[in-house]
């Protein structure tokens, strides 16, 4: 009889045991608000949202020109903001991980027209090594972060400074 109690008491001990380790603890779910800037002088439009899908770990950028000329996104100078300051620029598409870094041509946002493009935090884009190694892009942590956005209009610049909130809540089960 204490045989089969004892099964039965390990059976359940290990099957809870599985079910705590399968959960992978608790879940949170990230949520952001979206940025637009002002316009200038009804001539630009700028918005930033973060992309939450599990966590947070992009951004989108979208522009807007209302003007007739050819606005320049310049993106050496177009920066991520964590905790209040500037930390890095930022990599997308087309942009090798190696050399994310490395300066960056600026995109053309012709007249009339609007321009997105999905943005990830240099700073926050490492390589891991080992079996499962490779590039792998950190979330972006809760709290204030942004981008500091910098556009040419003929000679004129103009410094866009956007800040996303991003929250972190547990789950409900």
């Not at 705590?20 to 608000?33: E, F, L, M």
């Not at 599990?54 to 989108?60: E, F």
């Not at 946002?109 to 943005?119: H, L, R, V």
Request: aromatic fraction near 10%; include cysteine; glycine fraction near 10%.
């Amino acid at each position: 009889m204490w045989i089969v109690r004892n099964i039965v008491i390990s059976i359940l001990c290990v099957a809870g045991l599985f079910s705590i380790v399968a959960s992978g603890g608790p879940k949170y779910v990230y949520r952001s608000n979206q940025v637009t800037g002002t316009d200038v002088d009804g001539r630009v439009s700028v918005s930033l949202q973060a992309l939450c899908y599990g966590s947070c770990k992009a951004y989108l950028l979208t522009i807007l020109n209302n003007t007739n000329k050819d606005i320049e996104l310049d993106w050496n100078k177009t920066l991520y903001i964590s905790s209040g300051k500037t930390s890095g620029g930022f990599m997308f598409e087309g942009v090798l991980y190696k050399d994310r870094n490395n300066r960056k041509p600026p995109d053309i946002i012709f007249p009339g027209q609007e321009f997105s493009k999905k943005i990830y935090p240099n700073k926050l884009v490492d390589y891991t090594s080992g079996k499962y190694g490779g590039w792998v892009h950190y979330p972006i942590p809760a709290g204030e972060n942004g981008a500091y956005v910098t556009l040419r209009i003929g000679e004129e610049e103009i410094n866009k400074r956007l800040i996303v909130n991003i929250t972190r809540k547990k789950a409900a089960n």
